[in-house]
């Protein structure tokens, strides 16, 4: 079974950083594609970054230039280094795990980690 552990969350005032983790177990770490979803209550979760097992990245329109999602096969993390924050990036942030092997599609969620833009 494939637990996801988010840390990093945080209350960060406007213009601030933070640096997300996410450690993963259970599992081949880095077969999977990663992804950082977000959920504001009463929303849709939305994605916003994905990174592939061979490193290609993908950021949603809102976070490019200010976001970063990297990963470590060796130590089985991934992250997402949020710079420039604004109050409209407040909202839990959920880590994934995603592979699609023929019809099969392999998909884990972790538990959330609060992130709060505030002055």
């Known amino acids: 079974q494939v637990q996801l552990v988010e840390s990093g969350g945080a209350l960060v005032q406007p213009g601030g950083s933070l640096r997300l983790s996410c450690v993963a177990s259970g599992s081949i770490f880095k077969i999977y594609t990663m992804g950082w979803y977000r959920q504001d209550p009463g929303k849709q979760r939305e994605l916003v970054a994905t990174i592939t097992s061979n490193g290609f990245t993908n950021y949603a329109d809102s976070v490019k230039g200010r976001f970063t999602i990297s990963r470590d096969n060796v130590k089985d993390t991934g992250y997402l280094q949020m710079n420039s924050l604004k109050p409209e990036d407040t909202a839990v942030y959920y880590c994934?795990?995603?592979?699609?092997?023929?019809?099969?599609?392999?998909?884990?969620w972790g538990q959330g980690t609060q992130v709060t833009v505030s002055s």
């Open positions: 994934n795990l995603n592979r699609r092997v023929e019809l099969v599609e392999y998909n884990y």
